[in-house]
């Protein structure tokens, strides 16, 4: 069982370049969400899904860009990438039955805007 | 305006003893506190949670203890292990769909426990 699989893992852009990372859960679950890590930040809330074709913003939402087409797949996009946007992304899924909030994360992707 | 505080970025424990990670909140809308654990490279892990009608949960070595009145959680681990070595993060939810987490969980900056042996 994969689990949460995020792509690339590590990525190099310049200033104004525009790219996406990919998010793909194979355990059905509803809810999908994408997360910053920086330096003694902890992880802030990008934007959110709770469903196909649902999204929401979360704490940090400018700059980026998501869709939810399928339940599987909630990718995230940079519009045009700044060097604020240097980060360790990480993509989480959860669902609805579950009795412990807990959310799955995937391995993260570590983002370099120079 | 930081909801989630973890005030201590770090905490050396000895092997066998007990651990305490603290952490506080100042919204009274948050009704379910989580712990994750996160190793360098790789992604956070969920390790425990609590719902806010509870004060108590406990699960093996793990035990989180809610004050409700006083904004207060903390998590004990007893005993110590060397693979608890990490980075542990505090984690609260408020939304609508909350326990699932679905609208977001708001983390703390994290404490990097150290077991020494």
């Known amino acids: 069982n994969a689990g949460v699989t995020q792509t690339p893992k590590f990525q190099v852009l310049k200033t104004g370049q525009s790219m996406t990372l990919q998010c793909a859960q194979d355990m059905n679950h509803e809810y999908m969400s994408w997360y910053r890590q920086d330096p003694g930040m902890g992880l802030r809330l990008i934007h959110y899904?709770?469903?196909?074709?649902?999204?929401d913003q979360g704490e940090v939402p400018n700059g980026y860009n998501v869709s939810r087409s399928t339940t599987e797949d909630f990718p995230l996009r940079l519009l045009s990438a700044a060097p604020s946007q240097t980060s360790v992304y990480f993509c989480?899924?959860?669902?609805?039955?579950?009795?412990?909030?807990?959310?799955?994360f995937g391995e993260g992707s570590r983002l370099t805007v120079l | 305006d930081q909801q989630v505080k973890q005030n201590s970025p770090s905490l050396s424990v000895q092997e066998g003893r007990i651990s305490i990670l603290n952490c506080d909140y100042t919204?009274?809308?948050?009704?379910?506190f989580l712990w994750y654990k996160k190793y360098p490279a790789e992604g956070p892990t969920f390790l425990i949670s609590?719902?806010?009608?509870?004060d108590k949960n406990e699960d093996g070595r793990f035990t989180v203890f809610l004050n409700k009145s006083a904004k207060h959680l903390s998590l004990h681990i007893v005993p110590s292990q060397p693979g608890d070595s990490a980075v542990y993060f505090c984690a609260a939810s408020d939304g609508e769909y909350s326990g699932g987490g679905a609208d977001g969980l708001t983390f703390g900056k994290g404490t990097h426990l150290i077991i020494q042996p």
């Open positions: 899904s709770v469903g196909a074709g649902i999204t």
């Open positions: 919204n009274s809308m948050f009704d379910y």
């Open positions: 609590i719902s806010s009608i509870k």
């Open positions: 989480a899924s959860s669902y609805s039955g579950s009795n412990t909030g807990e959310l799955f």
